[in-house]
């Protein structure tokens, strides 16, 4: 006896383990491959608008995010299964879009530090000797030496370092 094909369940969670491809009409992939060459077309006419340079980056990240979503749907056959894989699937792009954000505000400021060290070299001999204020270094103030016969330390200031002696 043969049942209908709304009876099967095509292997999404039956007991018995057996799994049935999902066999779509023709015109689906015909309408998939129809949508995914307008988006595409959609992109490359983007591309020759001038959106500024944030803007053309987030209309090429909308229409990939799309046409990633279209093939996913319909050739992984997400837009039939579980809905706990969409879950899965969302998640990740999320998480996708997250780490291009964190990396995006990475990519604003580099080239920063190049423009500062270059007023302001490192001397290599000491390069600790400059005092850090800022984002410029300030080279310590150099103290005159004490007269042989100066007073003590001031109070509450430390007293100067022994220097070793040489054998």
Same mark, same amino acid.
């Given at each position: /006896?043969?049942?209908?094909? &709304?009876?099967? =369940?095509?292997?999404?969670?039956?007991?018995?383990? =057996?799994?049935?491809?999902?066999?779509?009409?023709?015109?689906?992939?015909?309408?998939?491959?129809? %949508? $995914? @060459? #307008?988006?595409?077309?959609?992109?490359?006419? !983007?591309?020759?608008?001038? $959106?500024?340079? /944030? +803007?053309?980056?987030?209309?090429?990240? $909308?229409? &990939?995010?799309?046409?990633?979503?279209?093939? !996913? @749907?319909?050739? /992984?056959?997400?837009?039939?299964?579980?809905?706990?894989?969409?879950?899965?699937?969302?998640?990740? $792009?999320?998480? @996708? !879009?997250?780490?291009? +954000?964190?990396? /995006?505000? =990475? %990519?604003? #400021?580099?080239?920063?530090?190049?423009?500062?060290? +270059?007023?302001?070299?490192?001397?290599?001999?000491?390069?600790?000797?400059?005092?850090?204020?800022?984002?410029?270094?300030?080279?310590?103030?150099?103290?005159?030496?004490?007269?042989?016969?100066?007073?003590?330390?001031?109070?509450?200031?430390?007293?100067?370092?022994?220097?070793?002696?040489?054998?």
């Amino acid at each position: /006896m043969s049942t209908s094909h &709304a009876e099967h =369940d095509h292997g999404h969670g039956s007991g018995n383990g =057996d799994h049935v491809p999902h066999v779509l009409p023709f015109k689906v992939y015909i309408g998939t491959f129809s %949508t $995914l @060459l #307008f988006l595409t077309v959609v992109t490359v006419g !983007a591309s020759y608008v001038d $959106l500024g340079h /944030m +803007g053309n980056l987030i209309v090429a990240l $909308l229409i &990939a995010t799309i046409k990633a979503s279209v093939v !996913a @749907l319909i050739f /992984m056959h997400l837009k039939w299964d579980h809905k706990f894989h969409a879950i899965i699937f969302v998640s990740a $792009l999320i998480f @996708l !879009a997250v780490f291009i +954000g964190i990396t /995006m505000s =990475d %990519t604003q #400021f580099r080239g920063e530090a190049e423009a500062i060290e +270059g007023k302001n070299p490192v001397d290599l001999k000491d390069p600790f000797k400059g005092e850090r204020t800022g984002d410029i270094a300030v080279p310590k103030a150099v103290a005159a030496p004490a007269a042989a016969g100066s007073a003590a330390p001031a109070a509450g200031s430390a007293a100067p370092a022994a220097t070793p002696a040489k054998h």
